[in-house]
Structures are given as structure tokens and as C-alpha cells.
């Protein structure tokens, strides 16, 4: 819901204002959540990947799913909730919005916080952080944003209970998110926590990964239906090898972890078990040989199978030692899909073309039949694969924008 975001730090708790008249309260009334309430969410996507996440809202059953810039917006109930955290593959976090309001001023951020009844989400034995993003807007610094609307937070629950909660970045009970554009001010509660990239299997990180989230859009983007053959040639640590199976055998992707909602004082646990035990009744075994990955590193490839295993797919795929220039994929038809280094993290340009050249050869010469996809964030070097895109999708890898290129390879 922004590009910016500040984790408030614990510190002295400076002393609520006082004001000798009331200060502005918030023209949109706050919501208090409650069972069989409708909750007016917003899933944080990267960006590119915004249709691919609505696509899986709708697939989820949730119909009013409308993708914009960096999300989906979208109204579900507390079931909706936590199926869209579990199964959202290319979203990063899954927001529940609680209030809305014009703020201009250091009052008017206070008094619309302040609003909420805070007591009712948060007890003073719970912990808090509040992540906070500005854009186009009067307050302009994120920490002085984030550490009023903490005052106000803390300064209500007191109010009713006699004493706070504590501050805590590192692992909160409740995590509140605070976005500013334009003088309106959104104030939700993360329901996703530890952000959904984060999914529990890949507890060991190379060198520049590829986030899962993404990996899981490159899947989609190509269409992949989990029937044909799908082969990586430059692996690495496997992420999209994982994502491919954990898709393929219907795994959900937040399987192995935890979430926000869970810390919740109206955590529904009941129906969060019969949600994950519907989940676990429709995973499957995929085929040996149907997703293969390939890797010159050995080291990349020992993690790439630790983090298969962790994912719970220990020999469903096949990982594969050898050269780019050795790779033959296993079959007349399929997706092959390469990540290679973008000589921004990895290398510098140059010692990066030849690497460019031998991709194209390879789609060339050994993978005829199949349907080639390069995702890249230079398209200098992509010149040298020296293929034509039949497609081009624009995703982006954090900072870096990049294209998914299209090979049709006949």
C-alpha cells in the first residue's frame, strides 16, 4: 500500500497531547471485527503480479476482487480471510482495514487512531508494531507517523484498561499498518504478519534468491498447468522448482507457517482447523520426472533438495548437477524457465553476455517443442539470447523492474 515502510523502534513513550478542544474525529466510522462480519481487505502485491492475485482470490471464491496498483482490494468474511493468507501465492501480506480518514495534521492523525476502540483488538499483555507508508502527503516523515499513531494506539487502551501494551518489531502479537496518500489515512491490522514470501521451507538463503512470491508469479504468467513437464536450467536454490510443485500437488503455500490473525483476540480456531484439514485432504503426489532442476553448483543444489524436503516434496522432484550447456530437458513438450543474473547483484555486464549467449543456444538447439521463458532485469543482455519474444510481462524484483520474455521454441 505504499513504497515505503517504517517499523516503529521501542523507545520512551512521549505524553498524549492536550488539547483544550476536541480534537477532529474520523468521517468514516471505524470497524470493530466481529463473527460474520464482512472485512474490507486489501492484499499487498508486487507489482505486475496485481491480475495474477485477484485471478487467485476469485479462485478462492471471493468474486469482488478488483486489482490495482500494488493490490487487490476485497470483501470477504473471517473464513475468506484466512483461506486467502494460506493459499495466495504472488501476494505479500493480506490487510483488514479498520478505519479511514482525512489527516492533515499531527491532531487529525491522533484523533482518527485514537477513534478506534483499541481495547476490544489489543490487551495491555500483547505486544504491537505499527509499519507505516506515506505518499503525496502533508505529514512526511514515516517515523513521526508511526510513533503518533502508537501514542494514540496505547493511549486508548490505557484509557480503558489502566495500563498498555508493549512494543515489539521483532515478533508482535498485533501488527498494525498505518498508510498515508494524499491527506487520507488508512489504518489496518496485518492479518499475515511475517510477510507470505515468507513461507517456512527456504530456512537456508543463496546468494541474490529469487523471492517465492515472485517465482510463484513466473509460474503463472506461463500458463503452467501442472500437467506437462516443467524444467529450471539454472536452479539455483530451487524456488522455482518448489513453487511449481507446491502448485502442482496443491499444496497451499502457507502451509508450514504461521500468521497474524492467529495472535488475534477473536482467532477463530475451529474454523482455522477445518480449513487447514480440508487443505491437507486435497494435496496429492506429482509425477516423478514431471518438474526437473538443474544446477553447475553443488552447493546450490544441496540446498535447492534441503528445501525441497522442507516443503514436504522429498524426491518429487529431480534436481540434476551439470552445466547450462550440457542441459537437455526430459520430454518432446513443456515450460523451461530461467532466472539468470541481471549483472546488478551478481556481476557486472560484461562478464554476463556470454552467459546470455549460451541461453539462447540452449533454447535453440535443445529445447525444441518446449515453450521457453527468461525472466530478466536487463534488457541489454537479453538482446544476446538472440531470440525473438513472442511476449513480454513486466514484473518487478523488488526495486527492479524486469521482463518475463515469451520463447516460442518450434
Known sequence: MGNTTHILRPGKRPVAPRNSTPPPRPTTPPVVLSSGSTLNCFAAVPRGAEELAATELVQLGITDAVAGKGGVTFNTDRSGLYQANLWLRTASRVLVQLT???????????????????HELITPAMTLAVDCSLRDSALTHSGFVALKT????????????GSRPNVDTSFPDVRINVHLHKNVCTVSLDSSGDALDRRGYRLERNEAPLRETLAAAVIALTGWDGASPLADPMCGSGTIPVEAALRAAHIP???????????????????????????????????LGLITGYDLDSKALSLARRNSAKAGLEGQIHFFHGALQEFTPLGDSGVVILNPPYGIRLGEEDDLRELYCQIGDVLKKRCRGWTGYVLTGNLELAKYIGLKASRRYVLFNGAIECRLLKYELY
Do not use: N
Not at 479511514?100 to 483499541?118: D, H, I, K, Q, T
Not at 501514542?151 to 484498561?161: L, N
Open 150 to 161: 502508537k501514542d494514540a494506539v496505547v493511549d486508548r487502551i490505557r484509557e480503558a484498561c
Open 100 to 118: 479511514r480518514f482525512p489527516c492533515s495534521s499531527p491532531p487529525e492523525l491522533y484523533a482518527g487512531v485514537f477513534a478506534l476502540p483499541w
Open 253 to 287: 503455500p502457507g502451509f508450514q507457517r504461521e500468521f497474524g490473525f492467529q495472535q488475534w483476540l477473536d482467532f477463530d480456531a475451529p474454523l482455522w482447523e477445518r480449513i487447514c484439514a480440508e487443505a491437507q485432504a486435497g494435496i496429492t503426489t506429482i509425477p
